[in-house]
């Protein structure tokens, strides 16, 4: 069980990928979410260095607000860019091979019936993506699961992610039936403001737990899952101009948002002032 | 009336831990009444050498600027310090987030014993010194004029040992000569005497001891005019350190005339 598992997860296509401003778009949404988001570049028609590039990009503008980016497939890619997780297609990589090459980095699998669930819990898969759901632009006339997908996705334990064709509207049936949260292609690249799109859905989503975090002496209330990038971007802090030590232990600046809060945890912000 | 930049007489350079320095005049940037003129008194002290202390940056001000806004770390060294520690534990962790600021690895170890007169607490200093070296730091320390705790700095692998004049910030100037000649002469490492001085002839009799350099703060914040009074300081190292190169007459109990005593008239 990942606790920090984003609810809202914003799936690319190639399509989304190609009309361009897809950081932007991604931050306007990771800026009302936050944490509770997580941003899946899936292509098949990017070479390996433009989704290296477009990884790292999407990666950068996430981190600031603790949002997840997932690289589908590309292993290798997520490795290379600090990825919060990788997902596996049904023709991809098995989870065990995936480890192989990343082995400190989770794995979900996508599941369309039982018997890939059961298959990606054999291979301990770390969460999964079950869909569709219901009726969805992206694969019209496709197969349709309806909800009973998700509660047979869910017998075996690991989250689910419910896709297809979820809306703010339909959300709190995949919550009923056992999802974790859910993913949305169109439902939020296609809106004419993502942000609002992004607050909608997590208006039905669980809210994220709120910890207790000592920040230079006093105890400040932050979202769980927010990382130490975030804590800054939070404060309106310049990571160039603190030293940041988390629970007595100096952190340096490039890994400040590998470091996700837990309550309790102290943090000192400190830099160099006049003295003699 | 001009300064130069070179001190007019031979004089070898300034060397601590493998970096050598042009002044031999250390500045603190605490308690100026404000940032420019701490930036104007830095100036004209010619000093290489400042030191910064490390505190919690307020969060209620965002905007406030940092000390990096108003010192070009390009110009001047940054020496970070350990003020206000009380323990060896305190001042280690005071020093490993100085370094990480990534300026350089060299700390003015502070371990304070008391409140009031702030002289060091030389068995905390000791530990913290030892660990700190290991570490790999380069670690001036701030501590009495006692000789052997000066030694022990030295074997602890103190790259320079910094004893007091006087308590910090009191202004009584060099209050025992005979102590800090006594530590320059034994220690092989560089002497910089660290804290209590309080005007020029201060800094002129301190230098005129034979030690490498001085560090002041209080001197020159608290000075009517901190910019004039940096400059006095520059030309009062400059000048005790000419001075005792120079290698000053004997002294004597009596007199003996400068003139002739032959050729007097009848």
Redesign the interface.
């Given at each position: 069980m990942i606790a920090q598992l984003p609810r809202l997860h914003a799936v690319t296509d190639d399509r989304v990928a190609a009309r361009g401003g897809l950081v932007e778009r991604a931050a306007e949404m990771a800026s009302v979410a936050g944490p509770r988001l997580a941003v899946h570049l899936r292509t098949r028609a990017l070479t390996g260095a433009e989704q290296l590039g477009l990884a790292r990009s999407l990666g950068a503008a996430l981190a600031v607000h603790g949002s997840w980016l997932v690289v589908n497939d590309r292993v290798d890619v997520a490795r290379a860019v600090g990825a919060r997780a990788v997902a596996l297609g049904r023709a991809g990589l098995s989870a065990r091979d995936a480890r192989r090459v990343a082995p400190e980095i989770p794995v979900a699998r996508s599941v369309h019936d039982a018997a890939e669930a059961r298959a990606a819990e054999g291979e301990n898969a770390d969460f999964l993506i079950a869909g569709a759901i219901f009726e969805t632009a992206s694969h019209p006339g496709g197969p349709v699961a309806g909800p009973a997908l998700i509660e047979v996705a869910a017998a075996g334990g690991l989250q689910v992610i419910a896709i297809g064709g979820l809306t703010p509207a339909n959300t709190p049936a995949a919550l009923d039936a056992g999802a974790w949260g859910v993913a949305g292609i169109r439902a939020l690249w296609d809106a004419a403001d993502p942000a609002e799109a992004a607050r909608a859905f997590l208006a039905v989503l669980p809210a994220a737990a709120s910890i207790a975090v000592t920040?230079?002496?006093?105890s400040r209330a932050m979202a769980e899952g927010i990382t130490l990038s975030g804590l800054l971007e939070q404060?309106?802090?310049d990571p160039r101009?603190?030293?940041v030590?988390h629970n007595?232990h100096?952190v340096?600046r490039d890994g400040l948002a590998q470091v996700t809060l837990a309550g309790g945890d102290v943090v000192?912000?400190?830099?160099?002032?006049?003295?003699? | 009336m001009t300064t130069t930049t070179a001190p007019a007489f031979q004089d070898t350079p300034l060397v601590i831990g493998g970096r050598t320095f042009r002044s031999r005049l250390l500045v603190?940037?605490?308690?100026?009444k404000d940032n420019a003129t701490?930036v104007r008194a830095l100036e004209a002290s010619g000093a290489d050498v400042v030191?910064?202390?490390?505190?919690?940056?307020s969060?209620d001000r965002?905007?406030e600027e940092?000390?990096?806004f108003h010192l070009d770390p390009s110009r001047f060294f940054?020496l970070?310090?350990t003020?206000g520690c009380y323990s060896a534990e305190d001042a280690m962790?005071y020093a490993?987030?100085?370094r990480?600021?990534g300026f350089n690895e060299f700390i003015k170890l502070e371990v304070i014993g008391d409140q009031k007169t702030l002289l060091p607490d030389v068995a905390g200093l000791l530990e913290a010194a030892r660990t700190l070296v290991k570490e790999g730091f380069t670690v001036m320390a701030y501590t009495n004029d006692d000789l052997v705790t000066a030694l022990r700095l030295e074997e602890a692998g103190c790259a320079a040992v910094m004893p007091l004049a006087s308590p910090?910030?009191s202004g009584l100037g060099l209050l025992n000569p005979y102590t800090i000649r006594t530590i320059k002469a034994r220690l092989t490492v560089p002497v910089i005497v660290d804290a209590g001085v309080g005007t020029a002839s201060d800094a002129c009799v301190t230098m005129e001891q034979g030690v490498d350099g001085l560090?002041?703060?209080?001197a020159l914040a608290e000075a009517r005019d901190p910019v004039a009074m940096a400059h006095a300081m520059r030309l009062a190292t400059e000048a005790g350190r000419a001075a005792y190169l120079a290698g000053r007459m004997a002294r004597r109990e009596v007199a003996l005339p400068s003139s002739p005593t032959t050729g007097m008239l009848s």
């Open positions: 920040v230079n002496g006093e404060l309106g802090l101009a603190v030293v030590e007595r100096i340096r000192e912000l400190v830099h160099f002032v006049g003295g003699g | 603190g940037t605490g308690k100026y701490m030191t910064v202390a490390v505190r919690r940056i969060l965002t905007k940092g000390i990096l940054l970070a310090n003020a962790r490993r987030l100085a990480e600021a910090i910030g560090l002041m703060n209080t």
